[in-house]
């Protein structure tokens, strides 16, 4: 086995890692940084072309037990290939549940902490989206974007719930910028064919190949090396070889489900360890309209509803957030004239970190996920947002509400390295070191303490920005 | 509005054409055919009765789907059963039969000069070849995107 010497080994190239790095190098002067990746380095036309953003099949990196799917990608880059762009910033409340609501937890971090943090993030990412969001997400600068054209049903909610309804904010572009294009609603955003959204490699190549930075691909690490609470580096598998890196500063950031299983191969163990790992409760929906044409959006989803995300319901139901479809996601109708009259829906509902859901790892070391079932709090969620279905919607002509199914994954992983302040609940403290080895920093959303309604990749791209910052000040 | 009258009576009916289609599905596997291709073209003389298509051309098209979305077995099963991971059993779930049924309907209107001509009832259709590109098509020839794109 070799072995080299480093400032800091970051592990896994997704949000996490590259906004962490992101900042971390901006701030730092001459540092040596390994940038440690399981997956390959394929262009996106290569993704395109293989029709796969993974360049490991996920059955080789995961066993699945309770017949429910996850999903992300290994490959250079993580997340930032095959999202689809979707970039709400999380509600003030989502961040104190326990003590507006007295449920969940509060995290060690507040909306107001994270504030500039969103901001930045939404720079680098050049998202658009309309100012008007700021009612319910308090904001101290203007998208970098304007938003995307909104369809005509859209149209109609924006105008009748001002206080509830938005445009959507979104990491595809709704203007040509200096690297990418603009958003066509072609609606394949894993593999978007025009270079609108954004990903690691229109956005974070100034990272990857910066000078300081090795990178290491299709290098899985196995284990953290640790003598007692220090970090002393990383052991990677490539091939059939083992490479031993050594560094001051070790940044986990290979997701929500490979995270914790590299920790558990580290026998770096709290109680809360791969425990809690959970995602949205979702399902598709379709409200069948009486002769409202839909589908003339500019971009594949062009608004969200609010009326069924915070409130008193959240005492004892998960929060909903209703995402407007302007894709025939269930297809046109049939009926002669009424092909567009149609309103697919997905509604997102929080769920509650449960440790029966949780990442364990099999006797050769691959992580395993077992899953119980989603809390009855996201059930109950789903049926409170559903019970004022009807209200939410009564500015348009509704003639029938369709429950499509339920959604095998809505491709989020989180909460199974949680943030808090006592190890005996939760692995990581308020920055994302983890409470006993304490140069080891975990990014991404496997520290979330709890699972919002609202996609992620934002919130995981501010608080790596908001790390970087700290552990460099 | 009685949600859940509707949707117990939506079930009724898919489930009772999921069983006449499953069945029909598995007697051609056996007899060797291409159960996928008559399934298609049922699905279009069934829920587009408005259109004129010529038959070989309604066949080219069944072809062509078939070849677009099912390379393999495994892929078509997937696919009939809605795309998003099915499996066999899930293939007959009301909603994904009605979702898949839609799916077929959209790509021929979408891949055929249907809306290019004004949507006309009766108008015999000229088929371009699979196109599944969602949304795009009206999110440009809009009046809505004539406003703010100059398509000229
Ligand atoms: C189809 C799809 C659509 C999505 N759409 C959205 C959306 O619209 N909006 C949104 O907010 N989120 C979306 N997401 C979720 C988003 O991708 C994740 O939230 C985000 O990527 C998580 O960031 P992360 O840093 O925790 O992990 P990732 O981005 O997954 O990064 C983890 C990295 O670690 C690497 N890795 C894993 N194990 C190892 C190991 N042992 N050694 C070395 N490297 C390793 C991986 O290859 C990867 O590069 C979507 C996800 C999918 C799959
Ligand atoms: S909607 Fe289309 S153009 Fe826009 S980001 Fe997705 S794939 Fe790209």
Known sequence: MTQRDYDVIVVGSGFGSLFFLKRFLARSGNVRVA???????????????????????????????????WDYTVGLGGGTNCWWGQTPRFLPNDFRMRSTYGVL?????????????????EAIMQVAGAQAIEHIMPRSQPFPL?????????????????????????????QATANRNACCARVACSFCPVNAKFNAYNGMMDVIRDPRVDLFLNAEVRR???????????????????????????????????????????????PKTGRGLCEQLAYGVELKLENVDNFDGGTYTTGWHFGAYDGEHRKHAGATLIQVENHAKFGLRSEYGRWRHSLPLILNTEDIPQDQNRVTVTEAGKARVEFDDYSNYAKAGFEH?????????????????????????????????????????????????????????VVGSSVFPTCPPANPSLTIAAMSLRAADQLTS | ????????????????????????????????????????????????????????????????????????????????????????LKMFQPHRVDWF?????????????????????????????????????FSYLSDAARETIDLD
């Open chain 1, 35 to 69: 940038l440690v990746e399981w997956g390959a380095d394929r262009s996106p036309d290569e993704q395109t072309r293989d029709n796969s953003n993974s360049s490991r099949s996920l059955d080789q990196c995961h066993d699945e037990v309770g017949g429910k799917s």
């Open chain 1, 105 to 121: 937890e509060d995290w060690p971090v507040q909306y107001d902490d994270l504030e500039p943090y969103y901001c930045d993030a």
């Open chain 1, 146 to 174: 304007p938003p995307h054209r909104l369809s005509t049903p859209d149209r109609i909610m924006a105008e009748a719930c001002p206080e509830a309804f938005f445009p959507v904010s979104t990491a595809r572009a709704s």
């Open chain 1, 224 to 270: 953290i090396e640790h003598r007692g609470s220090v970090a002393t580096g990383v052991v990677f598998r490539q091939g059939t070889r083992e490479e031993q890196l050594k560094a001051d500063l070790v940044v986990l950031g290979a997701n929500a489900i490979q995270s914790p299983a590299i920790l558990l191969r580290s026998d770096i163990q709290l």
């Open chain 1, 385 to 441: 947002a559903m019970s004022k279905m009807e209200q939410l919607f009564s500015a348009l002509p509704v003639e029938d509400i369709v429950v499509h199914g339920q959604r095998e994954t809505e491709h989020h992983l989180e909460c199974s390295l949680r943030m808090g302040t006592d190890p005996k609940a939760s692995v990581v403290d308020h920055i994302g070191l983890h409470h006993t080895v304490r140069n080891l920093l």
């Open chain 2, 1 to 88: 509005m009685n949600l859940s009258r509707r949707t117990l009576l939506t079930s009724c009916v898919a489930v009772a054409s999921a069983t006449a289609i499953g069945t029909g599905f598995l007697a051609q596997t056996l007899m060797g055919g291409s159960p996928f291709r008559t399934y298609v073209k049922r699905i279009i003389e069934r829920r587009l009765p408005y259109i004129e298509i010529d038959p070989k051309t309604l066949d080219q098209f069944a072809r062509d789907l078939e070849v677009a979305w099912a390379p393999n077995t495994k892929q078509r099963l997937a696919s009939f059963a809605g795309g998003f991971g099915g499996s066999v």
């Open chain 2, 101 to 137: 049924e839609r799916k077929v309907l959209t790509t021929l209107l979408l891949s055929s000069d249907f809306f290019q001509t004004g949507a006309k009832k009766g108008s015999q259709l000229t088929y371009y070849g699979i196109r599944d590109d969602g949304c795009s098509a």
